[in-house]
């Protein structure tokens, strides 16, 4: 099962947008509707930002949007803010229980 | 609430096995809402899976790398509430946090981590 694929890298000014592609496959993004995102502040154990390609966890601004199409997987943050400057990974459910992650990609807010 | 909270050495030997222990609190192990999963971390890279198992003993360990997944044992332990990870002949190229994550079943993401754990592969 390889990686899914994420840019290394996006940006945006605060108050702008930022999307952030998660390219996988008919075996994990295209064939379940189990896509994860996860953020990650340096030193800091991930958190969950959306499940199930679109859920928001309680807590979580509604500033954070996930979608899917075939085997893409997008999470768009509005209205940056500083505090959203972190590594952020996707998640799909691939089979049998088992996971996988794309490797990461850093946001950094202007 | 559940939490998790990962155990063992910071410090392995090349050639040697790595174990560690993850206890959950908060909800019964043997929940089925939930299986439990490891991932891992190298410094300054990314996660990767490394498997997971359900109370009842089913192992999908399922790596994404050929070679980790013919070195891992998942187990459980349902008195304990706890689950074990083994790696075995490890090298350098294993250092990385270990993070012991509670996998949401039926929604398939991670709706708790354990604090991770670091782990050093060095003679």
């Known amino acids: 099962q390889s990686a899914l694929t994420q840019p290394p890298s996006a940006s945006g000014s605060p108050g702008q947008s930022v999307t952030i592609s998660c390219i996988g496959t008919?075996?994990?993004?295209?064939?379940?509707?189990?896509v994860s995102w996860y953020q990650q502040h340096p030193g800091k154990v991930p958190k969950v930002m959306i499940y199930?390609?679109?859920q928001r966890p309680s807590g979580v601004p509604d500033r954070f949007f996930g979608s899917k199409s075939g085997n893409t997987a997008s999470l768009t943050v509005s209205g940056l803010q500083a505090e959203d400057e972190a590594d952020y990974y996707c998640s799909s459910y691939a089979d049998n229980n088992n996971l996988v992650f794309g490797g990461g990609t850093k946001v950094t807010v202007l | 609430q559940l939490q998790l909270q990962e155990s063992g050495p910071g410090l392995v030997k090349p050639s040697e096995t790595l174990s560690l222990t993850c206890t959950v609190s908060g909800v019964s192990i043997s929940s089925s809402n939930y299986y439990w999963g490891w991932i891992r971390q190298p410094p300054g890279k990314g996660l990767e899976w490394i498997g997971s198992i359900f109370y009842s003993g089913n192992n999908y360990s399922k790596p994404s790398h050929p070679s980790l997944k013919s070195r891992v044992t998942i187990s459980v332990d349902t008195s304990k509430n706890q689950f074990s990870l083994r790696l075995n002949s490890v090298t350098a190229a294993d250092t990385a946090v270990f993070y012991c994550?509670?996998?949401?079943?039926?929604?398939?993401?991670?709706?708790?981590w354990g604090q991770g754990t670091l782990v050093t592969v060095s003679s």
């Open positions: 008919s075996s994990d993004i295209g064939g379940y509707n189990f």
């Open positions: 994550a509670g996998v949401r079943r039926f929604a398939d993401y991670v709706s708790s």
């Open positions: 199930e390609v679109s």
